[in-house]
């Protein structure tokens, strides 16, 4: 069966809200993520608040992990149509991300060639400034199995 792509520059969301921290518009405390497709990449934009403080003035390193997650995870369902997990999730940190400052995060499947899990590459940048890349393996699951709705 072949995958058709969201449109290019509209808002994009997950079609199963399961509550989840990242990307459900119904979590009352979560960060309610948007995502765009451009050509073969995810994007999005992200302004941490204050309670996502790490050091003085950044944004906490596992917020920025969680991003990273999150459009990884969207990169593969926006561009394959299934749903995916993380299995492997590896950063390097370049640079401090601030509170208050808008980042903009890119998401896209650079390896398709393992049978079981697809490479995902992502990065965090703020003014075209590189502040956070990611790599890791995400293997594609079943909504009935993989994914359970909040209770």
């Known amino acids: 069966m ?18 989840c921290v990242g990307c459900s518009p119904t979590n009352p405390v979560g960060m309610h993520l948007l995502f765009r497709r451009e050509g073969d990449t995810i ?24 991003l990273l ?5 969207a990169a593969g369902y926006f561009l394959t149509g299934h749903l995916y997990v993380t299995g492997s999730l590896e950063l390097r940190y370049e640079r401090a991300a601030r509170i208050g400052k808008e980042l903009t995060v890119r998401a896209q499947i650079t390896d398709q060639s393992h049978p079981r899990y697809r490479v995902i590459d992502a990065r965090i940048e703020h003014e075209g400034e590189m502040l956070v890349r990611s790599t890791g393996r995400f293997f594609p699951i079943t909504p009935a199995s993989g994914v359970s709705s909040p209770a």
């Open 2 to 19: 072949t995958h058709t792509l969201p449109p290019e520059g509209v808002d994009l969301r997950f079609p199963l809200d399961t509550g």
């Open 43 to 66: 994007t999005g934009r992200y302004t941490a608040p204050e309670h996502f403080r790490g050091g003085p003035g950044a944004v906490h390193g596992g917020i920025l992990a969680l």
């Open 69 to 73: 997650d999150e459009y990884s995870c």
